[in-house]
């Protein structure tokens, strides 16, 4: 026979109302941070303490009951990443820092965390991408791995599942967006350095709109011959290495790097041969990620704002502007240059 006197049962919000002193109302709008209601910040407080002390959690079967279980995905998100490899990216961690923050500061929950390769599962993409596990999604960087038309077809079907998809850092035609202008990037970088005097300017980096940047700037301050430029690609430390080995004798008086990681690279590559930075040859970048400050030497190069790209992505699902179609927005944060001493 079981003795009852030893049962412990589930703390309810009645349960946390009596402890902090407040009606059940006021801890449902604590809990859920309902819209229009304001709780006083000593109320508040009380209520979460009473939550922490009496160890109580939300019933999410009973609240499926109640409210339906579309009501559980509100304010809950997905992201999905282009790869494993982001989480090993600096820049990426930025950019996943901001979402979590903006979640967090908003009372949004991200509910999973995933690749896109992983959504090619039917199983899984039903169980996650589903109007009753989420209310927006964020894409980050998947232009990385659409390869293929099967690729495209699974962006339609997302959008068809869940209205609210923000892409971080790429741009899809008819999905809402937030990033950067890597063609503006590029053209500052270089910019600067021609306006420094440095006449022979080589990119070395990914081979997208920054290339673009970097002729622009060139063709501006009177190069019309852009056959001879130096055009490498790179996308990491290794492989801007790499793209210096290859350039070899023909080493140019100032680098451009499409990112900090491909210039940590080129740095690498110059020490290692006791070529001067940036006395003998100049190295400018692109993102400020935070070791760019304790290079050697320290980088200079164009701040770009990850924190603030991911916050704005959910800003955007939380605001109810992240449309799609005529309805899409797309967002450039602006730029700016971080002046250090690598050139």
Known sequence: MINTEKVHKPVTQNDVARASGVTRSMVSYVLNNTEGKSVAPETRRRILDAIAELGYKPNKYAQALQLGNAALADRQLGVI??????????????????????????????????????????????????????????????????????????????????????????????????????????????????????????????????VSGFKQALLEHGRSDLTSCIVEGAVDMRAGIFAMEKIGSRLPRAVCAGSDEVAIGILRYLNKNRIAVPAETAVVSIDNIEMAEYTNPPLTTINVQKKAMGARAVEMIVNKTAGQDENAMSVLLPLNLVERESA
Not at 120 to 137: A, D, R
Not at 153 to 170: Q, S
């Open 81 to 210: 990443l282009s790869s494993a490899d982001v989480f090993l990216r600096p820049y990426y961690a930025e950019i996943l820092a901001g979402i979590h923050t903006a979640a967090y500061e908003n009372g949004y929950h991200v509910r999973f965390i995933r690749f896109f390769d992983e959504l090619k599962n039917p199983i899984l993409f039903n169980e996650l991408i589903h109007p009753e596990e989420i209310s927006g999604l964020i894409l980050v960087a998947v232009d990385q791995c659409l390869k293929t038309s099967d690729d495209e077809k699974l962006i339609e079907e997302i959008r068809g599942r869940i209205p609210p998809v923000v892409c971080v850092e790429w741009q899809h035609e008819g999905l809402s967006s937030v990033g950067f202008s890597r063609r503006e990037a590029a053209f500052r970088a270089v910019s600067y350095l021609l306006e420094k005097g440095y006449g022979d300017v080589a990119y070395v980096g990914e081979l997208d709109e920054r």
